[in-house]
């Protein structure tokens, strides 16, 4: 059981835009900076969004993130098929003393 | 480019200890940064393990606090990794990454090594 909750899967067609949910609470989301990752198959998690809406040198500009209180959300615009990967949200909770770094659960994203 | 490498035993036995390296090129362990690892179990999802400073300082996960031990050897430009006790739960593949911005400030990590696959079976 996840502390950040991400819907399982989404699917859209190719060129479409789609969306995906992270929800959390007061003690993560509501007080930090959250992540994004996108790990294709059999790799490594490659980071996309990071400070909730900033993108590394190199990730287009497809990739955007937003955050509204507790939930945070990842968006794809123009999908490819390349897109087709686990998605992943991260931020930091500080509900016990020393803190912890959360996850969500991922959500496969499938380019129909 | 900054580049981590991860290296270890692929199978532990039940009750040992888990020990993985990650070496880091491209960059200074010792100019800055937290350094950290994270697991996937085959599967399922992501999960920190803890984070260490060039200086020692260290952050872990509540959950497996009391079996961890991240320690830095910036001579070798490298940090490693102990978790006692296994059992087959610790199965997964484990990431070494960079931990830019701890807690409040910011935290996100990047990049990550290629990851080590690591079986615990007798």
């Known amino acids: 059981q996840s502390v950040l909750t991400q819907p399982p899967s989404v699917s859209a067609a190719p060129g479409q835009k789609v969306t995906i949910s992270c929800s959390g609470s007061?003690?993560?989301?509501?007080?930090?900076?959250v992540s994004w990752y996108q790990q294709l198959p059999g790799t490594a998690p490659k980071l996309l969004i990071y400070?909730?809406?900033k993108r590394p040198s190199g990730i287009p500009d497809r990739f955007s993130g937003s955050k509204s209180g507790t939930s945070a959300t990842l968006g794809i615009t123009g999908l490819q098929t390349g897109d087709e990967a686990d998605y992943y949200c991260?931020?930091?909770?500080?509900?016990?003393?020393?803190?912890?770094?959360?996850f969500g659960g991922g959500t496969k994203l499938t380019v129909l | 480019q900054v580049q981590l490498q991860e290296s270890g035993p692929g199978l532990v036995k039940p009750s040992e200890t888990l020990s993985l390296t990650c070496a880091v090129s491209?960059?200074?362990?010792?100019?800055?940064?937290?350094w950290g690892w994270i697991r996937q179990p085959p599967g399922k999802g992501l999960e920190w393990i803890g984070s260490?400073?060039?200086?020692?300082?260290?952050y872990y996960n509540p959950s497996l606090k009391s079996r961890v031990t991240i320690s830095v050897d910036t001579s070798k430009n490298q940090f490693s990794l102990k978790l006692s006790s296994v059992t087959a739960a610790d199965t997964a593949v484990y990431y070494c990454?960079?931990?830019?911005?701890?807690?409040?400030?910011?935290?996100?990590?990047?990049?990550w090594g290629q990851g080590t696959l690591v079986t615990v079976s007798s």
């Open positions: 990454a960079r931990h830019v911005g701890i807690a409040a400030a910011g935290n996100w990590f990047d990049p």
């Open positions: 491209g960059y200074s362990i010792s100019s800055g940064y937290y």
């Open positions: 260490i400073y060039h200086s020692g300082s260290t």
């Open positions: 007061s003690s993560n989301i509501g007080n930090n900076y």
């Open positions: 400070d909730n809406n």
């Open positions: 991260g931020t930091w909770d500080s509900s016990l003393s020393a803190g912890d770094v959360v």
